[in-house]
């Protein structure tokens, strides 16, 4: 069992910046892939970033260049630092880790936090 809290999200004017923060708790060790997601309405959830235990990432294209995820291992925590930040950002965003035992990965999913970008 892995708990999920994020926190960081809010209102941002166009061309700003937020920073994201997700904490686990509970059964943490194991824990391969740390990303976050993004869903807005009507649309499915999607990929916005991704960071492996060995500190290897991975980005969409929209959010490349303008987006960095970041871990900590030891504080079971993963960020992620939001510049430049466009209209089209606008969505909940979900913190979400899996953890691996055995052949079986198990998937946990945070509360969403909402971002919104308007001017």
């Known amino acids: 069992q892995v708990q999920l809290v994020e926190s960081g999200g809010g209102l941002v004017q166009p061309g700003g910046s937020l920073r994201l923060s997700c904490v686990a708790s509970?059964?943490?060790?194991?824990?391969?892939?740390m990303g976050w997601y993004r869903q807005a309405p009507g649309k499915e959830r999607e990929l916005v970033a991704t960071?492996?235990?060995?500190?290897?990432?991975n980005y969409a294209d929209s959010v490349m260049g303008r987006f960095t995820i970041s871990r900590d291992n030891a504080k079971n925590t993963v960020d992620l630092q939001m510049n430049r930040l466009k209209p089209e950002d606008t969505d909940v965003y979900y913190c979400?880790?899996?953890?691996?035992?055995?052949?079986?990965?198990?998937?946990?999913w945070g509360q969403g936090t909402q971002v919104t970008v308007s001017s």
């Open positions: 979400h880790v899996d953890r691996v035992v055995g052949w079986v990965a198990y998937d946990y």
């Open positions: 509970g059964s943490t060790s194991r824990i391969n892939v």
């Open positions: 960071t492996r235990s060995d500190g290897s990432t």
